[in-house]
């Protein structure tokens, strides 16, 4: 997508620190951490939602979200993280290429994934 901003940093056209990246995702530090460690885990295929998802795409996101638990260590999230997919507009979702937030290295409270807390 020309005017993804994800779609961008996947292609290396916006630069960007990949912690890590293999050929179906990239995994960015978040531009505005809302915890000690806020990454972003980008699949690198562009879609907004999971309703608009493929079987394929749905088999791929699962490889990457199997690959997170393997790779949380060395993101300096061995002790736990909290997982957040926003959709839509009452999640106010605000870049339009499905992404997995990734907060910790610090205890969350209940409720730090919210925008406002
Ligand atoms: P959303 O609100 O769509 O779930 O999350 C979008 C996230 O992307 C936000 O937390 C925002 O801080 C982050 N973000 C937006 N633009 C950039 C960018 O250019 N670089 C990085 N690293 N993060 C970004
Ligand atoms: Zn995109």
């Known amino acids: 997508m020309d005017d993804c901003i994800f779609c961008k940093i996947v292609a290396g056209d916006i630069p960007a620190k990949k912690y890590y990246e293999d ?8 531009i505005s951490p809302k915890a000690e460690k806020h990454y972003l885990a980008i699949p690198k ?11 394929a795409d749905a088999a791929d996101l699962g490889k990457c979200i199997r690959k997170i638990g393997e790779i949380a260590p060395s993101l300096g999230l061995e002790n736990g993280f909290r997982f957040i997919v926003n959709q839509g507009d009452d999640a106010e979702q605000t870049v339009f290429h499905l ?19």
């Open 23 to 30: 050929e179906l995702m990239i995994v960015i530090a978040d």
């Open 99 to 117: 992404h997995m937030h990734l907060l910790g290295g610090q205890k969350l409270s209940t409720h730090s994934y919210k925008r406002d807390a």
């Open 45 to 55: 295929k562009h879609y907004k939602l999971f309703s608009e998802m493929t079987e």
